[in-house]
């Protein structure tokens, strides 16, 4: 009997499960055969598993196997009963559909390795739920026309928001992830951190009102922050750049809004915005740098968003660049986000007029110099604008060579604000990276623009939601009252 090797977290015997997954029969037999291995396996009963179809190579007939693939920092132990391999079923279909439909079940069954029957029956429950219509006909291939699937973007609403330090703006989206309803607004760091609170939940109430209008009910509300934030208790532990620490947002947030959001640091929710939906499709090992007020950055490490020991890993805006440098608001000096931000920028472009050096920026009060004026003034060949970009990309550069060298990553995304100044500050990074990164993980990365740019958190927490109903979409299927009621 054939089957393929589960994947093994270091160098113990193989174990084949020659069983389909649409079956609790492998699960059952995994984890007895697992109990009986080495202490290596061991290790990996400790952590939570995700299982998903793997379908035999093609020189291989049978079934479809089961592999097995870890997921880092949650140590929780998921059961193998009925209940949880059709679950794991559920979510392979609406993954598939997402990424190619319009398909036929016929299509899914071969993508997924899954048997008809069984494809058959996850579909009609996901239609039952209203997430997923056929939308037409495919006659081109032998045998009877097979009906087309896609998601259905009318299922209901999904509300996002990022809380930045001089904005806040919110979006609300269908199904499909199309934006139906946006709103931005200023926003001042200096207000008590009350009256931002109250903005942001009005915004949402705002948000909330137009998916309403629109479509049947609430499937989430999302809000990326720009801090540390702590999952289990629902704490904003540390803004620096609001000057916040210790705000429980989550429980102020709910008690607004009646229903309790997903919360993520804007960075980590930006990566997973390019990821699922961006620039970032496809790949595996990806930092994502967002440069704004503040630097701040995300990790996917094999295909999942890595918050390392704690959950606040990429912070790399506050890599010490320079030890004697500016103060930053962490407190620390020289941070690296004191030399690249939106703020660094400004500062150079102002030293260099004080210096007196022509420049048509001299027109602009200080309220009206933007990163966008800068960009266009570089793009008339202003000299104070181009210095200043270069001085920014080239800092920008030195920092990512060293995180080149330090992960390896197949693509590193830069966004945030300064993103609209990419054409000036690609070469400058392009030219660090040649001069400093080593040579064998230069020729493995390549650096990108965001492709979602200012709207890549909002999006990143649309897609926050769609991960947590795909992953429980018989959970999500509640009436519209309840629907929204949403804990991470």
């Known amino acids: 009997m054939q089957g393929r090797s589960l994947l093994r977290p270091c160098m113990c015997s193989t174990i084949r499960i020659p069983q389909a997954l649409d079956s609790p029969a492998p699960l059952l037999l995994l984890f007895s055969l697992l109990t009986q291995q080495t202490n290596c396996w061991a290790r990996l009963l400790s952590l939570r598993h995700s299982f998903i179809t793997d379908p035999a190579p093609p020189t291989t007939a049978g079934p479809s196997w089961v592999r097995v693939l870890t997921m880092s920092g949650d140590r929780r132990h998921r ?17 598939f559909l997402r990424q190619h439909a319009p398909i036929s079940r016929a299509s899914l069954a071969e993508l997924t390795g899954l048997n008809k029957t069984t494809v058959s029956s996850l579909v009609r429950e996901l239609v039952q739920h209203n997430y997923v219509h056929e939308v037409g006909i495919d006659s081109t291939g032998p045998g009877r026309p097979a009906r087309l699937l896609e998601m259905n973007p009318d299922a209901g609403f999904i509300v996002s928001a990022e809380i930045g330090v001089d904005f806040i703006l919110a979006i609300c989206t269908d199904f499909a992830s199309r934006v139906i309803w946006r709103r931005q607004v200023a926003s001042d760091p200096d207000q008590e951190q009350e009256a931002i609170v109250r903005h942001v939940a009005a915004l949402l109430q705002e948000a909330l009102a137009a998916g309403h209008a629109a479509l049947p009910r609430l499937l989430g509300v999302s809000v990326g922050v720009p801090g ?3 999952r289990q208790t629902g704490t904003l532990l ?5 000057r916040w620490t210790n705000v429980p947002l989550q429980a102020l947030l709910s008690r607004e809004l009646g229903v309790v959001p997903i919360l993520e640091n804007e960075a980590n929710m930006a990566t997973v915005g390019e990821h699922l939906f961006g620039a970032a499709r496809g790949y595996d090992d990806v930092l994502y740098i967002s440069v704004g007020v503040g630097l701040g950055g995300g990790i996917i490490s094999n295909g999942r968003l890595s918050g390392g020991a704690t959950g606040f890993a990429s912070e790399f805006g506050h890599m010490t660049m320079d030890p004697d440098g500016a103060l930053c608001n962490c ?10 931000s ?11 007029l004080a210096a007196g050096t022509p420049s048509e920026l001299a027109a602009a009060n200080h309220d009206q110099l933007t990163v966008a004026r800068i960009t266009e003034a570089a793009r008339l060949g202003d000299a104070v604008a181009l210095t200043a970009l270069r001085q920014i990309g080239r800092y920008l550069g030195i920092g990512i060579a060293s995180l080149v060298n330090a992960f390896s990553p197949e693509l590193i995304v830069l966004g945030g604000i300064l993103s609209l100044a990419g054409e000036f500050l690609l070469p400058e990074i392009d030219a660090e990276l040649e001069r400093r990164a080593l040579h064998w993980n230069r020729e493995a990365t390549r650096v990108t623009l965001s492709e979602h740019g200012f709207d890549a958190c909002v999006l990143g927490g649309v897609a926050l939601v769609y991960q947590a109903i795909q992953g429980q979409p018989a959970a999500f299927a509640a009436p519209p009252a309840s629907a929204g009621y949403i804990t991470r």
């Open 79 to 95: 059961t193998g009963d009925q209940a949880l391999v059709r679950q794991i079923n559920l979510s392979t279909i609406m993954q």
């Open 228 to 230: 540390l934030f702590d």
């Open 238 to 242: 540390f803004a620096p750049n609001l």
């Open 331 to 340: 407190g620390n000096r020289g941070c690296w986000e004191t030399q690249v």
């Open 342 to 352: 939106q703020r660094a920028l400004f500062r150079a472009v102002r030293e260099a």
